[in-house]
């Protein structure tokens, strides 16, 4: 028996992770959490964390977020233009591109302006920074004495972790937003307006730290998960051109029957069965996160797979196990296939999906990634035929917490189509 258990076992991932479990997080979120005192997130405590999550989750429903698509609608368009002026100049890293939308976008969502990566064509030193936090807590995670002991130690000895990025400097740019924001006000509705709302009505629970904890919480999580999964689904239908020629010729078809805008909606996107088979499979073939979700053992311990687990032990599994699960995904789990996500059976497979945690503690983002990836996959494939500049190579993948995939490097032709409002801006009034 090991100290740290990762489990496979079906079973023993619904005890773990199911509604209801009694299995909380491990201090391995503390060195996440370091001193913040709204952090939904990283919240160890149960109790907390559902208080937390009842005061911010608002915004987060579906349905509010469709307030927000036209400030996505924007970023998308403007994606577009930059790829049409890039693509003449030979090869694009559209990998790259991605993570560069996926800030801008969540700038725009949430402050009401986009960070200006895609016009500068690089970050401002977020991306090391988002890096450098996650890459320092996948260690530090599994040795939190480490991170507490150099907590005790930094007013003599300095900074060493970068885990720390996350209280620091990312906690600072959204501090100087939300600081600008009280000045100046705003007219929009976007994230920031939307937790300001709350505050309003819940002065005493939605404190400034907790409007600066979720704002700098979209930038961390928001950006990476975004520009993964869009990496993940355009690579693997690049890799599929089966599936891509299928693809496209669902987005055809709605286009020719004029039931495609540009930038295409949500609720057609909705309609397109095919598209969010693709946006499915893409999310499982290579999750975001690679890590364990670990977990403590409750008090009494546990049985999994028929094996007893005491307590004060940590478990956990990856999404990238159960993802791949041929029990539930069928044969050929470890393949591209999005047909299986109409013809197999979608519940079963998605209670099991894990690519955004269990059900007790799933991402707060979920619906935001989605509502960008549905916009921006057929958007982008309606308007570029692609092709692997070198498909001979495989992407390469950092593994820290989240997968990184590096070298998705790509030639871009544009499509012929009389919808297209041929590449001119759309702002949002």
């Not at 800030?103 to 200006?116: A, L, P, Q």
């Not at 907590?151 to 939300?178: C, F």
């Not at 937790?195 to 819940?202: D, P, T, Y």
Request: proline share 4%.
């Amino acid at each position: 028996m090991t100290t740290n258990p990762s489990i496979a076992d079906l079973d023993g991932i619904k005890l773990i992770y199911g509604a209801g479990s009694r299995f909380h997080k491990s201090a391995w979120y503390s060195v996440l959490k370091g001193h913040r005192t709204f952090d939904p997130f990283a919240e160890r405590n149960p109790h907390i964390h559902s208080a937390q999550k009842k005061l911010v989750i608002r915004p987060y429903a579906m349905e509010t977020l469709k307030d927000l698509e036209p400030y996505v609608d924007s970023t998308v368009y403007h994606f577009i233009t930059r790829m049409k002026k890039k693509m003449t100049l030979g090869e694009v890293d559209l990998g790259k591109w991605f993570q560069l939308f996926a800030f801008d976008v969540i700038g725009e969502i949430t402050f009401s302006k986009r960070f200006g990566f895609m016009d500068a064509e690089e970050d401002d030193g977020s991306l090391k920074s988002v890096e450098s936090t996650l890459a320092s807590a996948s260690w530090l995670g599994h040795v939190p004495w480490v991170f507490w002991t150099h907590d005790y130690l930094r007013p003599w000895i300095g900074n060493w972790l970068g885990v720390t990025n996350r209280t620091g400097s990312l906690m600072q740019r959204a501090l100087k937003e939300v600081e600008e924001r009280k000045k100046r006000g705003t007219d929009r509705n976007d994230f920031l307006e939307k937790f300001f709302r709350l505050q309003r009505e819940k002065p005493d629970h939605v404190t400034d730290t907790a409007v600066i904890s979720m704002a700098a919480a979209n930038i961390t999580a928001g950006s990476d998960t975004t520009a993964i999964s869009l990496r993940s689904i355009i690579y693997h239908l690049l890799r599929n051109p089966q599936h891509l020629e299928t693809l496209r010729q669902e987005i055809d078809t709605a286009r020719r029957g004029n039931r495609l805008s540009d930038p295409v909606t949500m609720e057609e996107a909705e309609r397109m069965p095919f598209l969010q088979a693709c946006i499915m499979e893409g999310l499982r073939i290579h999750p975001s996160i690679g890590g364990l979700l670990p977990r403590d053992v409750p008090r009494g311990g546990c049985v999994i797979a028929g094996r007893f687990i005491p307590e004060g032990h940590v478990v956990g599994t990856s999404a990238w196990v159960i993802n791949r699960n041929t029990s539930i995904y069928g044969h050929d789990a470890a393949e591209f296939n999005p047909e299986r996500w109409i013809k197999g059976n979608k519940a079963e497979m998605q209670r099991y999906f894990l690519t955004f945690g269990g059900a007790n503690r799933m991402c707060f983002g979920k619906n935001i990634a989605f509502m960008e990836m549905t916009k921006m996959v057929p958007t982008f494939l309606r308007h570029f035929d692609v092709q692997l500049t070198y498909p001979e190579r495989p992407l390469k993948e950092k593994n820290f917490f989240f997968v990184i995939q590096e070298g998705l490097i790509v030639n871009l032709k544009e499509r012929g189509d009389e919808q297209s409002n041929g590449g001119a801006e759309k702002e949002v009034y």
